[in-house]
């Protein structure tokens, strides 16, 4: 069926560092690839998300890079700070029997940054 | 914050009894979503209503069971055919059924089985 890989599980970086997450996917069918990020003791919220006729978006320190040749997207956060620390889903569309449509979500990153 | 609740946020529940989890949500939106959160195994979906009156199994559906009799409600049984049925769930909502539209989710019940 279908599966999306996340990697790392666990991401430790220092404040003002760079971090990326990795997710690929095994549905060739996918063509929507959201971000979602869940604070500590709080809901999952969308970040950011791309399509596949698109290979990059940028929104102010985040950005998502997608290569559908290799099945694969990632997420790229830059001068990281405190408060990005988080557990990071990505996630790729998939398609039920009948037509439906739905997201396959990826194990989840936990970022921590230091100061 | 998001329209959306859950209640309650801790179940606890003994081995043989059904529970209900409550989803509520004020965004008159038409899809609503079940999924359960394991460490390390993210989100997985347990059942989908694209409509009222209408209802899919996700990948992870045996030992639940859910009805659409509202819009506004989309509640979740987890039966005593469900065998490992500790985690956290989330429900989830969105303008359409469609997979590119932005989900938001519940605060999520943790459900504890003695």
């Known amino acids: 069926g279908e599966n999306v890989e996340q990697h790392p599980s666990t991401l430790s970086v220092q404040e003002g560092d760079s971090a990326v997450i990795k997710c690929t996917y095994s549905?060739?069918?996918?063509?929507?690839f959201p971000w979602y990020k869940q604070e500590l003791g709080k809901r999952p919220q969308l970040i950011i998300d791309?399509?596949?006729?698109?290979g990059e978006k940028k929104d102010q320190r985040i950005a998502v890079t997608l290569n559908k040749t290799a099945k694969h997207f990632s997420l790229h956060i830059t001068e990281t700070q405190p408060e990005d620390s988080a557990v990071y889903f990505c996630?790729?569309?998939?398609?039920?029997?009948?037509?439906?449509?739905?997201?396959?979500f990826g194990a989840g990153t936990r970022l921590a940054v230091h100061p | 914050d998001g329209g959306i609740t859950q209640s309650p946020k801790y179940l606890f529940r003994k081995e043989g009894q059904n529970v209900t989890l409550s989803c509520e949500q004020n965004?008159?939106?038409?899809?609503m979503y079940w999924y359960r959160q394991d460490p390390g195994q993210g989100l997985r979906l347990i059942y989908y209503?694209?409509?009222?009156?209408?209802?899919q199994k996700g990948d992870i559906a045996e030992g639940y069971s859910v009805s659409r009799e509202k819009k506004e409600s989309f509640p979740l049984t987890v039966t005593s055919a469900q065998k490992n049925p500790t985690a956290f769930y989330l429900c989830?909502?969105?303008?359409?059924?469609?997979?590119?539209?932005?989900?938001?989710f519940g605060p999520g019940t943790r459900l504890t089985v003695l």
């Open positions: 989830a909502s969105s303008i359409g059924p469609s997979a590119y539209n932005e989900q938001f």
């Open positions: 549905d060739s069918a996918s063509n929507y």
């Open positions: 791309i399509r596949s006729n698109v």
């Open positions: 996630a790729a569309s998939a398609y039920f029997s009948g037509g439906y449509n739905k997201l396959i």
């Open positions: 965004l008159n939106h038409d899809a």
């Open positions: 209503s694209q409509i009222v009156n209408d209802f």
